[in-house]
């Protein structure tokens, strides 16, 4: 048997949406940016996609750019921030996701960099996120909706209601909880917010930038007038199609698919801590502060923890030790150290989705009772 748990990492694609995109590929060849008719016809499936995608999350579809996915998105926001609006002073986290942090790094030298507290559990202290911004810098505020390794949400509704009242923007990463949570800009009121498609079972490679209509924007990729002037570069026609079904889908029975993946992360939990001693969670475990597609667990030290996700491999259990973006490295995930994290223990990120199984998640939980237990014991 092969489990996938790897979920916050990417998703299997609806069969709904490779319906949908395969419909467009053999119907809508033109160039949206021709003015004959097969032109015409495939900028508007990207409109209608717009106008979709818009609706599902209380926005107008001027105020959605789509973008190559997560990662582009947050770069465009944080850099327009800086370029357009003048900002001077950027505060946000040590736990954030790489789109994000990187680009604030690389734009050290125009902006002040401020980091705010954050709890055990990577919950945002909200208390010094007031007292820095007290002065009256012109600030951008950029805090994810819930982070990617350990799954800690952040009342997103109230950190904008405390940026509005210091006159600060705010950003925010939601590629994790787009498609998972009921999404309402105008309820929220943040200025930016971001989405990958892949994450909530679309294709790859397509996301879009929310910006709130009225502040000012720029493009970050130059070479054309795609995208009402704001993003160079031939439109990923069949991948915005495929965004706009994939979100439609998911905002159909999002509480039902709460229910039911809440209920294997919770399971999960309690079977975990029933069959291997001493074993611990990263970041916030409460389902009303936790996103619940992500269970970040921490293992009992053992011999040959380095190769723990390989041994859960061979037995066809796919998990990661924290976010895709950074695999391969040698540099341990900075989340866990943001959080000043036990990271000499071994731990594992597993993530679920609508399509998990309760059987999936008991075939993994005697994988993992077998690896770990077994290896505990031989060390």
């Not at 505060?91 to 942090?101: D, M, P, R, T, W």
């Not at 949400?153 to 909880?177: M, N, P, R, W």
């Not at 150290?337 to 993530?351: K, L």
Request: glycine share 8%.
């Amino acid at each position: 048997m092969k489990v996938y748990l790897d979920n916050a990492a990417t998703t299997p694609m609806a069969p709904q949406v490779i319906e949908r995109m395969t419909e467009v590929m053999k119907e809508n060849f033109g160039n949206p940016s021709s003015i004959h008719s097969f032109g015409r016809n495939a900028k508007a499936v990207i409109e209608i996609a717009r106008r979709e995608v818009a609706k599902l999350i209380n926005a107008e579809p001027k105020e959605i750019i789509f973008t190559s996915g997560g990662t582009e998105a947050d770069n465009m926001a944080i850099t327009s921030a800086v370029k357009d609006l003048g900002v001077t002073r950027v505060i946000s986290s040590k736990i954030e996701h790489h789109a994000v942090g990187h680009t604030i790094d690389c734009l050290d030298e125009e902006v002040t960099v401020e980091w705010v507290k954050l709890s055990d559990k990577g919950a945002v202290d909200l208390a010094d996120l007031e007292r820095l911004l007290s002065s009256n810098e012109k600030t951008l505020v950029s805090l994810m909706h819930a982070n990617n390794e350990i799954g800690t949400l952040l009342d997103i509704k109230k950190v904008s209601e405390i940026c509005k009242k210091h006159g600060a923007y705010f950003h925010s990463d939601t590629v994790q909880t787009m498609g998972h949570y009921k999404i309402d800009v105008k309820d929220i009121g943040a200025d930016y917010i971001t989405c990958a498609a892949h994450k909530f079972h679309g294709p790859k490679g397509v996301g879009f930038l929310y910006v709130n209509k009225n502040i000012a924007v720029s493009p970050i990729i130059q070479g054309g007038a795609q995208e009402r002037g704001l993003r160079g570069g031939t439109e990923n026609l069949i991948g915005i199609a495929g965004l706009a079904e994939a979100l439609k889908l998911a905002n159909e029975d999002i509480q039902g698919h709460i229910d039911h993946v809440q209920g294997l992360k919770s399971y999960m939990m309690d079977e975990l801590k029933n069959r291997i001693s001493d074993v611990e969670f990263h970041g916030e475990t409460d389902p009303d502060k936790s996103l619940y597609t992500v269970l970040n667990v921490c293992f009992p030290d053992f011999e040959n923890k380095s190769m723990l996700l390989f041994l859960l491999d061979i037995d066809g259990v796919a998990c990661s030790g924290g976010s895709a973006c950074t695999s391969g490295s040698n540099t341990g995930s900075h989340v866990l150290r943001g959080i000043n994290a036990d990271t000499n223990r071994p731990n594992a990120r597993f993530s679920f989705s609508r399509f998990t199984t309760k059987e999936e998640v008991d075939y993994a939980l005697s994988i993992i009772e077998k690896v770990v237990v077994k290896a505990a014991v031989k060390s």
